[in-house]
């Protein structure tokens, strides 16, 4: 079992920067994605951004431009910069790391850090 251990998160004014980060507890290999997905209240987990093992990375089109998703392989970690931040940024932020294989995928989560956009 992988767990997944986020830090970063915290309170910033409009137009700041955050970076987020989470470590896996154990190695990860194999066909694999990385990412991070949020939850504002009242609305439904979206996507943010992800990053395949071979270094392909997914955006939603409201963060491109503004976030970067990486991920370095040796400390089994990825991380979520984010700039130029809006108040409609505010969620909890939740790491997952989804691992691929033949007949099955598993998702794993991480316990979410809070993300506030405010003046």
């Known amino acids: 079992q992988v767990q997944l251990v986020e830090s970063g998160g915290g309170l910033v004014q409009p137009g700041g920067s955050l970076r987020l980060s989470c470590a896996a507890s154990?190695?990860?290999?194999?066909?694999?994605?990385m990412g991070w997905y949020r939850q504002a209240p009242g609305k439904q987990r979206e996507l943010v951004a992800t990053?395949?093992?071979?270094?392909?990375?997914v955006y939603a089109d409201s963060v491109k431009g503004r976030f970067t998703v990486s991920r370095d392989n040796a400390k089994n970690t990825v991380y979520l910069q984010m700039n130029s931040l809006k108040s409609e940024d505010t969620a909890v932020y939740y790491c997952?790391?989804?691992?691929?294989?033949?007949?099955?995928?598993?998702?794993?989560w991480g316990q979410g850090t809070q993300v506030t956009v405010s003046s």
């Open positions: 997952n790391y989804r691992r691929s294989t033949i007949s099955s995928v598993y998702d794993y």
């Open positions: 154990k190695s990860i290999s194999g066909i694999n994605a």
């Open positions: 990053v395949t093992s071979g270094g392909s990375t």
